[in-house]
């Protein structure tokens, strides 16, 4: 499995709506055909540790098969169309691709 | 769902027995009753983009139903030997907590 992983962080700038617009592209991406299983949302309320993250805006955890798979979801319309839509958005992104056994 | 992602640098000296014991260590996680679904693995092939984190050395993703499955994971056995037997291995850790819809 390929775990394609992704953290954003939203422009300081950015409205309720266009958060709420930025959702509905997250929620589009799970559409894609090669997604096996996939999950979004903003940090959660786990216990405040030093190691613990929690200045990202929102983050994707995308189940692929496998590199490929995720090579075609980057060219994907529905992953196109997201970017088109939300980029502008973004202030900083970070992803992490875990190759799974 | 409440989507706990840990990404852990090793050590420059980890030797390759160390490695495949930190691995065992990783596997053992997946075992957790509260745990819905694990992943982990080294980075993945995917193509080289500048948002990709490369550097790491393992990432886990384990899927867990809430917050507070994620809190009772933290105490469990099978979590505390793992941290006794490896955190001695760890250059850096960084954790995402993710609250899924």
Redesign the interface.
């Known amino acids: ?5 992704v ?1 954003f962080w939203l422009k300081p700038e950015t409205t309720a709506g266009e958060i709420a617009d930025f959702e509905a592209g997250l929620a589009s991406l799970l559409a894609d055909s090669g997604v096996r ?1 996939g ?9 405040p ?1 030093p ?3 929690t200045t ?1 805006s ?2 994707l ?1 995308l ?1 692929f098969d496998d ?1 490929a798979a ?2 075609r979801y ?1 060219d994907a319309p529905v992953h196109v169309k997201f970017l088109q839509d939300h980029k502008p958005k973004f202030e900083k ?9």
Chains 1, 2 share one sequence.
């Open positions: 499995m390929l775990i394609h992983n953290f299983a999950y979004y949302g903003p940090p959660g309320a786990t216990a540790r190691v613990v993250e990202y929102y983050g955890v189940i590199a995720e090579a980057q992104v970070v992803v992490y691709d875990v190759q799974g056994a």
